[in-house]
């Protein structure tokens, strides 16, 4: 079997780069299978699971949507975030409990900053009543 060259790109750098004989991705139509020879194509991957045949082996993949580029017999798949299925739901954890980390720090910068216009509003009141008994 023909194969193709496959790079997988992220913000942090380059999660694979390899010879591969075919790669199913995720489209908003349903899945999309990729094959050495396809001509040139850029597709929108939808968020989940991926997964590619290389030597016989199939690697899952979950990844949260991106891009999938052909060009020239190379495919580039360019995505926010990916990692090996298994560890998908502990990823997505650990990605939840920082969110939520997130959230409980704006909610209390929130409640600090209210409560510092309520103190300033209140120093102001005292400064405005100061002024009208130096009169």
């Known amino acids: 079997m023909?194969?193709?060259?496959?790079?997988?790109l992220t913000p942090f750098g380059t999660v694979?780069?390899?010879d591969i004989d075919s790669l199913t991705l995720i489209t908003?139509?349903?899945e999309i299978g990729i094959l050495a020879g396809r001509e040139s194509a850029a597709i929108a991957?939808?968020?989940g699971v991926i997964r590619y045949v290389q030597n016989g082996e199939t690697v899952?993949?979950?990844?949260?949507?991106g891009v999938f580029e052909m060009k020239n017999?190379?495919?580039?798949?360019?995505?926010?975030?990916?990692?090996?299925?298994?560890?998908?739901e502990e990823e997505r954890a650990k990605r939840e409990k920082a969110l939520e980390a997130e959230r409980e720090k704006q909610k209390q910068s929130l409640s600090e900053y209210k409560l510092g216009q309520a103190a300033l509003a209140k120093a102001f009141d005292k400064l405005r009543r100061a002024r009208h008994n130096i009169k």
């Open 2 to 8: 023909r194969t193709f060259r496959l790079r997988v």
């Open 16 to 18: 694979f780069e390899g």
């Open 28 to 30: 908003s139509t349903g």
């Open 45 to 47: 991957v939808e968020k």
């Open 60 to 65: 899952f993949l979950s990844e949260d949507g």
């Open 73 to 88: 017999g190379e495919g580039v798949l360019l995505c926010s975030s990916i990692y090996p299925e298994a560890t998908a």
